[in-house]
């Protein structure tokens, strides 16, 4: 069973930073992909950072890239930290981490591919 578990969300002002983690069990034989996803009040998910872990390749979104930085932690390779600097009120929302089998860009994933889902912790940028 793959098991994902979000953590460090929170309020901070534009500009502040944050560090999210995603703690994942069970998935090394089972997904070769962790992304994290973002939903915005009225708008729909949308893939902001991945990484895979046979490579250690890493993507991000055009809104987040030179801001946030996803790695594993090296002390612990099962946690994925999300590093969001510069945040700004636009990446308010609520952030998930996601685990699956993916082929091709993460960041455009099929419905089928980012199977696994943590239960997401908020961000909120205030001005």
């Known amino acids: 069973q793959v098991r994902l578990v979000e953590s460090g969300g929170g309020s901070v002002q534009t500009g502040g930073s944050l560090r999210l983690s995603c703690a994942a069990s069970?998935?090394?034989?089972?997904?070769?992909?962790i992304g994290w996803f973002r939903q915005a009040p009225g708008k729909k998910r949308e893939a902001i950072a991945a990484i895979y872990t046979t490579n250690s390749n890493t993507y991000y979104a055009e809104t987040v890239k030179g801001r946030f930085n996803l790695s594993q932690d090296s002390a612990d390779n099962a946690v994925f930290l999300l590093q969001m600097d510069s945040l700004k009120p636009e990446d308010t929302g609520m952030y998930y981490c996601?685990?699956?089998?993916?082929?091709?860009?993460?960041?455009?994933?099929?419905?089928?591919?980012?199977?696994?889902w943590g239960q997401g912790t908020q961000v909120t940028v205030s001005s």
């Open positions: 996601a685990a699956g089998v993916v082929a091709g860009n993460p960041l455009t994933p099929l419905d089928n591919e980012f199977v696994y």
């Open positions: 069970g998935h090394k034989f089972r997904t070769n992909c």
